[in-house]
């Protein structure tokens, strides 16, 4: 946890980064080049990122489709999904108590927050359908039907585009290429770097967990994870949890 003192020890004059700082938030990444700056010390060691662009990086040098489409065509593409729907275009789709098929923002909320807890992988799909049947009604079947929104409109969307649904899915393409090319991709994009540092962080989701289990699995590179003072002791504990896993990157809808 913290333990940011172990990064700014690293910083040297050097002719390439050897290390990959990635933050999801771009302020965290600042604030360490703002230390950095307040102790006079190099950067030279370091190269900033976030999990996006670093899997855009990897795709790219993998030569793999890297454009993923934006949040407002997102959410058109979901609009469009639900105006089919309503219009018996379709098979049908059971929506959760309280969730209008005219509110594609929520919907869509929905579908990112799904993401994030699962990465729709098969097996993160299964322990929710389990949890979900322990619990009281009516609260399991909504449950139930939450995710099955999730995954229905994800499939949709995939249907709809050659390009990534979101930018959380150009980090499943990401972690997939790694683990399929046994690490090479990684190495293609990132030959220097020795060390990945993932920062900033008071929650880690099922993608990013993904892509570290990834690089862990396929390539020798060191990862140092941060986690922040509130919520680190819980991560810490959780964190093999999240990487015990097979096939990281893997969805459920191959």
Known sequence: MGDEEHLFERARCCSQPTELVVAPVELHRRNVQRRLRERNAPKDAFAFDDPEGVSKGILSAAGEPNKAIDRI??????????????????????????VSSHDSRYIEQIRTEV????????????????????????IDSETGEILNLALAVERRLQNRTAKATSETDLVRRATRTIVSSSGSAW??????????????LSGLSAPHADLLHALLATTS?????HFREGSGAYLKRRMPALLDIEGPGQVVFE
């Open 73 to 98: 065509d997102r959410l058109a593409q979901v609009r469009s999904i639900l105006t089919e729907l309503a219009e018996g275009d379709m098979d049908p789709l059971s929506l959760p108590p309280g």
């Open 187 to 200: 190495t293609e994009a990132y030959p220097e770097i020795e060390r990945v540092t993932l920062l900033g």
């Open 115 to 138: 993401e994030a807890v699962t990465n729709f992988h098969p097996e993160r799909i299964e322990v929710w359908k389990h949890a979900a049947d322990g619990l009281y009604a009516p």
């Open 221 to 225: 590179i060191d990862v140092h994870v």
